[in-house]
């Protein structure tokens, strides 16, 4: 046996078969009906050739397929790839290329882009077509690229668990979001996954858990009920769902986030534990909840006694709606990336609601680093700001980019770090203030601005329904603060009072310079900022006015 993630589910069948693992819709599979379907996957994959170290990509919203195929890649020891179900056909062209894919398992909805793509990358032989969990009548062709029906590729297949010894090296791959350019696939060994990202270390006190500590867990009456509202395709929704599969509970999935639906999920299943992605999706169900309580039939929410928000801003005031609505929940901000994992975790309630950005307390391994890369000590050094970084169970690498691998992944006295870039504020106590990633800090005359910071004080502002905080070219500054503003419908928002507003939360040299407002903020599918896009829409908009002005009647 290995500290492998097929292993680890393995234990869990073996633990608890006949306890519900995962639920999407109407559709419930126990440990046993999950193991039984990946397992014919997976002796259908190797007859087509794949082998251990190729890569499978998974191309699809979230389903019990979609579990299964990932399972069933794991388990013939082949690398998981994940894809961003909303690419269009360059990028998509991108990761195939840059990931090396042989086998792609695709929801048929996306037929039609991958006849467009697939010819154009000789070595992906083997493409299997899963139902469209939203549309299952979707009669999209897949015969242009050879592709074989889901229910077809495991029909005569095997469901015995035989395959090879599986090894705590093998590779994981996460394509990260691509928030800030391409997307890159971080390297992970197997049992650094589960260390960092899989519950293989107790988050609080750093102790190592053993290789069926998790399944033992399993054997427990009344294992929790958990909704993780991301798509899989994100790596963050990836690790919390094979999480609470090592530990026997059963996880709740969508295909499309819907925040009615999502209360209703929440109520009709006694769902314990939800995670979300800041903002995107806690703006929408709380106003959801309350538009709910004011009809006088309310939905409860009374089961959930854990709400977790990760990868974007859980801002000071959706919070306060959160709490003053549900109370008894535990509310908590994790902070962590697909280069680091967990790095931090901290608790909010109605009296200890940050204004500036997430305050955690660091987890296991996770440190404070100067500019000269000196590992901080947060008892001396309060108030200083450096780089969030990660020690112990890190990342391989980068897949075939060695010179970004080189600067994200180093060695400070003989112990391997992964530093992606996030800056930190140190706090009292031991705590830290996370500011954002430097790659998108604005240099304002000399001044550095993290746009979070920024971002969390405009949607303070009641108009203000989302935001993304750039900098752009400034002749006099260099750069400029400039904010993308989706208003709140039939709102309107100026320059100049958004301005005065913010001067009660923002120092002068942090205040926006350009505003531009747009129907809807670039987001990627998991919520995610897309802060490229931000900006290209900034200076097109500076461009249409200066080419107005230029066109003017003196």
């Not at 035989?162 to 992970?188: A, C, N, Q």
């Not at 993780?228 to 690790?239: I, K």
């Not at 000071?316 to 990336?337: C, F, H, M, Q």
């Not at 002749?475 to 904010?483: C, L, N, P, R, T």
Request: glycine share 8%; proline share 6%; hydrophobic share 40%.
């Amino acid at each position: 046996m290995a500290l492998n993630i097929a292993d680890l589910f393995e234990h869990a069948v073996d633990a608890a078969p006949d306890k519900p693992a995962v639920k999407v819709g109407d559709r419930t599979v126990t440990f046993a009906e999950l193991e039984a379907e990946s397992n014919r996957l997976a002796h259908y994959l190797q007859a087509q050739g794949v082998k251990p170290g190729d890569h499978v990509a998974v191309y699809s919203k979230n389903s019990i397929e979609h579990v299964v195929a990932v399972l069933a890649v794991v388990k013939i020891r082949a690398v998981n790839i994940n894809v961003n179900y909303r690419y269009v056909e360059g990028e998509l062209n991108y990761l195939f290329d840059n990931a090396d894919v042989v086998a792609l398992i695709v929801e048929r909805t996306y037929a039609p882009l991958v006849a467009k793509t697939a010819p154009n990358h000789p070595q992906l032989h083997t493409i299997v077509v899963i139902p469209d969990v939203i549309e299952p009548d979707d009669q999209s062709d897949i015969s242009a690229f050879g592709g074989v029906l889901y229910a077809d590729a495991i029909a005569d297949q095997s469901d015995a668990r035989d395959f090879p010894e599986r090894s705590g090296d093998d590779l994981h791959i996460i394509y990260t979001g691509g928030t800030t350019g391409f997307p890159k696939g971080v390297m992970w060994r197997h049992e650094d996954f589960w260390r960092t990202l899989g519950g293989g270390i107790d988050f609080y006190t750093g102790e190592q858990l053993s290789e069926y500590d998790q399944s033992e867990q399993a054997k427990q009456h009344g294992r929790m009920v958990t909704f993780p509202l991301s798509p899989l395709m994100h790596g963050g929704a990836q690790a919390g769902l094979l999480m609470h599969l090592f530990a026997g509970h059963l996880t709740i999935l969508e295909p499309k986030f819907d925040p009615r639906r999502t209360w209703e999920i929440i109520d009709e299943n006694g769902v314990m534990l939800i995670f979300m992605t800041g903002d995107a999706m806690a703006r929408p169900l709380i106003e959801e909840f309350e538009r709910k309580a004011a009809t006088g039939s309310p939905y409860s929410g009374a089961s959930l006694f854990a709400v977790s928000s990760s990868a974007a801003i859980f801002s000071p005031e959706v919070k306060e709606r959160w709490i003053a609505a549900l109370p008894n929940p535990v509310y908590t901000d994790s902070v962590g990336a697909s280069e680091t994992g967990f790095q931090g975790m901290g608790m909010q309630d109605k009296t200890h609601i940050s204004s500036d950005g997430p305050v955690v307390g660091l987890g296991p391994n996770s440190v404070i680093l100067d500019e000269r890369n000196n590992v901080l000590d947060l008892a001396t050094n309060v108030g200083k700001v450096g780089r969030l970084a990660r020690g112990g169970s890190v990342p391989v690498g980068y897949y075939k980019d060695p010179e970004k691998s080189a600067a994200t992944f180093i060695e400070i006295e003989g112990k391997r770090y992964s530093v992606p870039g996030d800056f930190a504020r140190i706090e009292e106590e031991g705590r830290v203030t996370l500011l954002g990633r430097g790659s998108n800090c604005v240099n304002t005359g000399g001044e550095k601005v993290y746009p979070e910071e920024v971002e969390m004080a405009i949607k303070r502002h009641p108009a203000v329904y989302d935001v993304l905080v750039v900098g752009i070219p400034d002749e006099k500054y260099g750069q400029a603060v400039a904010a993308v503003i989706q208003p709140r419908e039939g709102a309107t928002i100026e320059l100049d009072e958004l301005r005065e507003y913010l001067r009660e939360f923002l120092s002068g040299y942090k205040l926006p310079r350009a505003l531009t407002l747009v129907p809807e903020i670039p987001r990627n599918a998991t919520g995610k900022a897309q802060y490229p896009k931000a900006k290209e829409l900034l200076l097109a908009a500076r461009a249409q006015s200066a080419s107005i002005e230029e066109g003017a009647p003196a």
